[in-house]
């Protein structure tokens, strides 16, 4: 299993001018070590991060978008994966923080943790390409040709998550003006 904060160190080393859009656990780590909030949108629904990463995606074609999900909130909305890929937003990477619970709200194991491959399921939606690693070096050694690809794209990191201090949530009135912010600036 891949820490997720070292492989999510590794995107933001590599990540350039791209936006990035996390939710619940993912976005406390991100949080943790991001130098970019004004490049950063956290997303407090769980379940809607690919969603709101799809809209800013199609609003900035030029602009990477990376959206750092979990695979509860995947599966709490499973329907964004044909959206993106109907959409097929070229500039769109999608990962998702697979560890088989629900993290942000007390480790509850998620439906089908040992059955879903989420892997499968953005291939057979129609992403352009998609990603498995358990393996950090693997994945290190990948990401950044992965990053320049034409999307969308899709990664699923089998991680553990290390114990993270609780941190409040941004509101989603507070999440809504930094995207207004953001697509002002273009």
């Known amino acids: 299993m891949i820490s997720s904060r070292e492989a999510l160190y590794a995107i933001h080393e590599l990540r350039r001018n791209a936006l990035v859009v996390a939710t ?3 976005r406390r780590e991100w949080d943790s070590f991001s130098t970019r909030p004004n490049q950063d949108v956290a997303v407090a629904a769980m ?3 690919s969603s709101v990463a799809l809209g800013l995606a199609l609003a900035q074609p030029k602009r990477k978008v990376i959206v750092i999900d979990g695979d509860g909130s995947l599966l709490m909305n ?3 994966l044909a959206s993106v890929a109907g959409k097929a937003p ?3 990477v999608h990962i998702v923080l697979e560890n088989g619970g629900y993290t942000n709200t007390g480790g509850e194991p998620t439906p089908g943790a ?3 491959s989420f892997h ?3 291939k057979g939606a129609g992403y ?4 498995e690693y358990d393996n950090l070096e693997e994945f290190q050694t990948d990401v950044e040709g992965i990053l320049r690809e034409r999307g969308p794209v899709f990664i699923c990191l089998h991680v ?3 114990p993270m201090p609780r941190t409040e949530m941004r509101s989603p009135a507070q999440t809504m003006q930094d995207m207004k912010e953001m697509l002002a600036k273009g």
């Open 128 to 131: 352009a390409n998609a990603y």
């Open 120 to 122: 499968t399921l953005a």
């Open 90 to 92: 070229e500039n769109f």
């Open 160 to 162: 553990r998550h290390e």
């Open 24 to 26: 619940m656990t993912g």
């Open 114 to 116: 040992e059955l879903v």
């Open 78 to 80: 499973l329907g964004a």
């Open 47 to 49: 379940g809607k991060a």
